[in-house]
C-alpha cells in the first residue's frame, strides 16, 4: 500500500470509529451508488463503517441525490455543530477556497476533525455545466490555509515521476506507473513537493 493510500485509510477509520456524525461535502467519498456524481468500487471497505453512522452528502444543486443542499462558502450548519468533515477534491472546483476553508474551521465543534484533498499537479477536470475547475494547491499555500486549525497532518500523493507520468498520456499504461513509482524511491522522491496533490488530516 503506498504511503498515501495507508494516510487515507487511517484517517478515514479513525473519524468513521470516533464520530457519530460526518458530513461528506460533495460526496467526495464516492461509495454510494446512488448519491454524488461519481462511484469508486475500490472504497468498498468503507461501507461498512457509513452504516454505524449519521453519514450526510451535502452538495450545493439536488441532482446527484444529497442529503443536504448547501454552499461550501456558507455552509447551513451553526457555528462549532459539526463532528467531522470530508472534503475531498472540492476545493479547486469553488470560487473562493479561502473563504470555504473558513466555512470548515467555523462549523467544526473544537477536537473536530476534517479530511481535505487538494490537487496540486494534476491535469484540469471541470464538469461541464455544474462545476468549473479554478485552482491547485502547494504544501505552502495549505499550510496556509490551515494555519487556524490546532493540529494539521499532510500526506503527498504520488512521487514526482508518478506524478509526472500521471498527467502524461502514457500513465494509462499500468507497467509504466509501477517503473514510475519504482524510480521515485529509488531516486528518493516519493516525498517530493513536485505531487499530484495532498491528503490535509485537520483537528480545530
Known amino acids: 500500500m503506498t504511503p498515501w493510500d495507508q494516510f487515507f ?23 454510494l451508488k446512488d448519491r454524488g456524481n461519481r462511484y469508486d468500487k475500490n472504497r468498498q471497505w468503507v461501507l461498512p463503517y457509513v452504516k454505524k ?15 443536504i443542499i448547501g454552499d461550501i462558502h456558507a455552509l447551513p450548519f451553526v457555528d462549532n455543530s459539526q463532528e467531522a468533515i470530508l472534503c ?17 474551521y467555523r ?9 481535505v484533498y487538494v490537487p496540486f499537479l494534476f491535469y484540469y477536470h471541470a ?32 512521487g514526482a515521476l508518478a506524478t509526472w507520468l500521471h498527467i502524461n498520456p502514457l500513465g494509462t499504461y499500468a507497467v509504466l506507473k509501477h517503473l514510475a513509482g519504482a524510480l521515485d524511491k529509488l531516486f528518493h522522491k516519493v516525498n517530493s513537493k513536485q505531487t499530484s496533490g495532498y491528503y490535509v488530516f485537520l483537528v480545530k
Open 9 to 31: 485509510k487511517e484517517k478515514i477509520i479513525k473519524i468513521f470509529t470516533e464520530c457519530q456524525s460526518i458530513v461528506d461535502i460533495g460526496g467526495g467519498l464516492r461509495v
Open 53 to 67: 453512522v449519521d453519514y450526510k452528502i451535502l452538495d450545493p444543486v439536488p441532482d446527484f441525490y444529497p442529503d
Open 88 to 104: 475531498l477534491a472540492i476545493l479547486e472546483h469553488v470560487e473562493n477556497p479561502i473563504q470555504a476553508y473558513q466555512e470548515l
Open 107 to 115: 462549523v467544526l465543534k473544537p477536537g473536530g476533525y476534517c479530511l
Open 127 to 158: 464538469e461541464v455545466g455544474y462545476y468549473k475547475d479554478y485552482w491547485r494547491f502547494s504544501e505552502d499555500a495549505l499550510r496556509y490555509l490551515s494555519k487556524d486549525f490546532s493540529r494539521v497532518e499532510m500526506q503527498n500523493v504520488r
